[in-house]
């Protein structure tokens, strides 16, 4: 595995902004780590990057337990939390050229993030030049300048436009199979986590609410059916072993979606409301993308709360 996490916790004062987590991330896979604002995640990828100390747990990469100090094992890791440090007086290359000179690199790695990132012809360009989604990128080609095994990348996208999302996208997408790398991102752009993740972690108040691949994420939402009715009181205690208790699924007020375990239990539902003189106005199976997946999970946690 290249990160395990055993029941990993911070606290501040009385506060528990990671509780218990244990996260699991395998070699060569792109894990999209979900979350509202203030669920942890954050606090989570700076523990991971042995930028905080844990309060109790622990953090192990390649099988190594992260210990501060640890350079060799770090050597392994490239990172970009929130805004790149950039010195924007500099060329892209000089930045760059900054890095190897520090960590002894050799030099030919230049040239290499530099096309891998798309910003070749840009290179001899200052900084301050650089659009919003340049710098970006740039500060991935820093993270990638010294070859890691693992990116933990804290919101890669922000503050980029359409154009450059979709660039952002297909590069991470590329990363486990031209280079091994593996990736592990927070974003809020669900829908793009969607098109890259092959594993989801979910969490909401320091508390890990789903990890798993994308795929069984998905499978846990199929064989929804929402049925429109005239009248949805009747129909809901009717169904009510068959709903699904997230009311933000429903269309509308008259809208209820219910969970069947095969198609032939759709006719017998349609029976039993026909039977109880219930106006069916429509039946229609529900896909459930990643953002109404990550709303059922996260809302039924701030009921529990």
């Known amino acids: 595995m290249t990160i395990q996490t055993y029941n990993l916790t911070k606290k501040y004062g009385s506060v528990e902004a990671v509780s218990l987590l244990n996260l699991t991330v395998e070699e060569g ?9 203030g ?11 042995g930028l905080l100390a844990p309060s109790a747990g622990e953090v192990m990469l390649f099988g190594q ?36 000179t520090l960590l002894q690199l050799p030099q030919g790695h230049i040239a290499q993030v530099l096309d891998l990132v798309e910003l070749a012809q840009d290179a001899n360009r200052k ?8 710098k970006q990128r740039l500060g991935i080609a820093l993270a990638l300048i010294h070859q890691p095994k693992l990116l933990i990348l804290d919101e890669p996208t922000n503050g980029l436009d359409p154009q450059g999302i979709r660039e952002m996208r297909e590069f991470l997408r590329s990363l486990p199979q031209r280079f091994g790398i593996t990736v592990f991102l927070s974003s809020h752009l669900l829908s793009e986590v969607e098109q890259i993740a ?5 969490i ?12 069984a994420l998905q499978d846990q939402t199929r ?25 933000d699924v429903a269309q509308d007020d008259n809208t209820l979606v219910v ?18 003189h219930i106006d069916i106005y429509a039946i229609v199976p529900q896909t459930l993308h990643l953002e109404d997946i990550f709303f059922q999970y996260t809302h039924n946690n701030e009921n529990e709360v």
């Open 39 to 49: 669920a942890g995640k954050t606090t989570t990828i700076r523990l991971l990057l």
């Open 29 to 37: 896979s792109i894990y999209g780590f979900l979350g509202p604002n």
């Open 223 to 247: 064989n929804l059916i929402a049925f429109t009715v005239n009248d949805p009181q009747k129909a809901r205690d009717l169904l009510q072993p068959h709903l699904v208790p997230n009311p």
């Open 127 to 134: 900084v301050s030049e650089y659009s919003l989604g340049m």
């Open 65 to 100: 337990k992260l210990r501060r100090g640890n350079r060799q094992l770090m050597s392994k890791v490239g990172s970009l939390v929130e805004t790149p440090s950039l010195y924007l007086h500099l060329t892209g290359r000089e930045n760059l050229q900054v890095v190897t």
């Open 198 to 202: 092959t594993h989801i972690g979910i």
């Open 204 to 215: 909401n108040h320091g508390k890990l609410l789903f990890q798993g691949t994308l795929q």
């Open 259 to 276: 969970r069947v375990n095969s198609d032939k239990e759709v006719p017998e539902i349609t029976r039993r409301l026909v039977l109880e």
